[in-house]
């Protein structure tokens, strides 16, 4: 059955990736969605892509800016990341695909990230990227945040650790007490106020194989979000990067 759609002359067509990487299996992995035109977009609206589509993280690809092959732009539902790790090893294997490259720099908000890559059998790709090593300080609302959990005390110091986002450890010192949890995630919130500046050091991080792309597009408009193409009409196309 084929369905003929008029969007009407406010609607625009952008494609979009739908990567799966850590695995070479299709729709298994950490998903990912990569949008190659990032440059059609205001932030706002990356923002609002970000929220609709509802995956760990989307990713806007833009021109370079500061010597690298590409600039990414990495957004969860809520916030925009200066990095993150699954997004930036997808979105340069992408790239590395399209361009036949075997090493991608990309600028994020942390510097630029060089990723090495290897083709493999079956065309899944081996990754490695050297990123920023994690800082670390004293969590400055440590008691806030345990009254949110509604737990006495943390095993270890409360630690807040910027590795692209804000990361804070509580460490309990029983399984039973971690399956007992019932936070207030509304005081949770409340207290996750801290960020930490960026290391300018970097690491070498091993990554594990694989990315899956699938290509798909999506519809919509500034005026009406909610315009996805059915799939009779424009279905998404499996294959495999590299």
Known sequence: MDIDIELGPASELHDYYMLDVFTDTPLEG???????????????????????????????????????DARARIFTPASELPFAGHPTLGTAVLIATATSRDHVRLETGSGIIPVSLERSGGGAMFGRMEQPIP?????????????????????????AYTT??????????????????APRHGAARRARTDRL??????SRDRVRPGSHATSCRAWGSTRTRRQAAPPVRSPCISRATG
């Open 197 to 202: 500046p960026a290391s300018s050091r970097r």
């Open 164 to 181: 692209g986002p804000v990361l804070v450890s509580v460490v309990l010192e029983r399984e039973q007490e971690v399956a007992a949890l």
């Open 30 to 68: 950490n998903g990912l969605a990569v949008f190659a035109d990032g440059a059609a977009f205001e932030s706002t609206t990356m923002q609002r892509i970000a929220r609709e589509l509802n995956l760990s993280e989307t990713v806007f690809v833009l021109p370079a800016e500061q010597g690298g």
């Open 135 to 159: 800082t670390w300080a004293p969590y400055a609302r440590s008691q806030e945040l345990l009254d949110a959990l509604g737990v006495e005390r943390s095993g270890l110091p409360i630690l």
